[in-house]
């Protein structure tokens, strides 16, 4: 297997955990890593809401050493901000901070950030110098390949990244006005792989193996982000490692399938800092995730987010086994 150095850590070229907002909190990232994420990275955190003492963004910063090598994702539009956020997170560690020009959310691309900063160079370019000086860690940016169709700047954005100072950088083959519908543009991507000489890595409608190798064909990444296909099911990185050693990739079972999400809830509520009636709802969506794909999954996918204990997980993964099996 092919092996590449980024940011000083040598790693498997085969595929990282994208960072997913609301989705890859610490249990996901440590399910993805143990199946064979070779990177991740935490969920996006408020520089602002990090300045100012806010809990929620804290809680985001949390790192733990099965989820290594992993980055910190801020997101902002105010350099001044960025700045004292990065000696701000730098307490919890990350192995390197990721900076989000990338996020088409409207409440994110409303106040300047996310890929609104994509069509602001010259502020986002002061952003990432302001976290480069302050950072004892390497700096690394997530963009997309443009704000729409008609202002494709991914090369140039990603050419000024690099002069600014980041490390590395992650490409969504998408404009922010797609959203994360239609297509991701893989040739965008290639185009930046070939215009800048930091790593790059490539984003967008990875489904499965074949996929990754496809992304390393027509790219030349020097890694692939996987996101929505780990959706309830974090074996897509044992597929795509068996994939690139030459080995047969056997899918989970249905019993494997609901040991795991059963795993993955008890993950959730031992982690989550809230009370377990409100940490239960967090693994809802989750728990549908897992039934993805298999025989009678309509019937039992309102169960899931009708789930108010643990126990109630338990029960409807033994009635959906029953008629499963």
């Known amino acids: 297997m092919k092996k590449i150095n980024i940011m000083g850590f040598t790693l ?8 997913m907002a609301g989705v890859a909190d610490t249990s996901y990232r440590q399910l993805c890593a143990e199946m064979g994420a070779v990177m991740t990275v935490s969920e996006m955190i408020s520089a602002k809401g990090l300045c100012y003492d806010s809990k929620g963004s804290a809680e985001l910063c949390r790192i733990s050493d099965a989820e290594r090598p992993m980055g ?12 004292k956020a990065v000696n701000l997170i730098q307490e919890y560690q990350p192995d ?16 300047g950030a996310g890929s609104a900063l994509m069509k602001t160079p010259e502020l986002a370019e002061k952003c990432i110098q302001s976290a480069v000086k302050e950072s004892s860690v390497p700096v690394t940016v997530k963009m997309r390949i443009g704000w729409d169709a008609e202002h494709i700047n991914a090369v140039e954005f990603a050419q000024m990244c690099e002069s600014a100072g980041a490390s ?9 006005q797609q959203l994360y519908s239609g297509n991701a543009d893989w040739s965008v ?3 930046v792989k070939q215009a800048v000489k930091i790593p790059v890595i490539g984003n967008g409608d990875i489904k499965n193996a074949s996929d990754c190798q496809r992304m390393y064909q027509e790219t030349g990444v020097d890694l692939v982000a996987v996101g929505r296909a780990t959706y309830g099911n974090p074996w897509i990185f044992k597929e795509i490692t068996a994939f690139f050693e030459n080995r047969e990739y056997i899918p989970p079972t249905p019993e494997e399938r609901m040991q795991m999400m059963l795993r993955h809830i008890r993950m959730i ?15 809802r969506k989750h728990a549908s995730w897992y039934l993805t794909g298999m025989k009678n999954a309509a019937s039992f996918r ?7 204990s643990y126990e109630d997980a338990q029960k409807m993964a033994e009635d959906f086994l029953k008629v499963n099996l």
């Open 12 to 19: 498997a070229q085969t595929a990282v955990l994208a960072p």
């Open 72 to 83: 910190l994702q801020l997101f902002g539009s105010e350099p001044e901000f960025i700045a």
């Open 96 to 111: 390197w901070i990721d900076l989000n020009m990338g996020c088409p959310v409207p409440k994110v691309v409303n106040t």
């Open 168 to 176: 590395a950088l992650t490409v969504h083959g998408r404009t922010k």
């Open 189 to 191: 991507i290639r185009q």
């Open 269 to 283: 509520l031992a982690h989550s800092q809230k009370p377990s009636h409100l940490a239960i709802r967090e693994a």
């Open 302 to 308: 309102a169960r899931c987010y009708q789930l108010n």
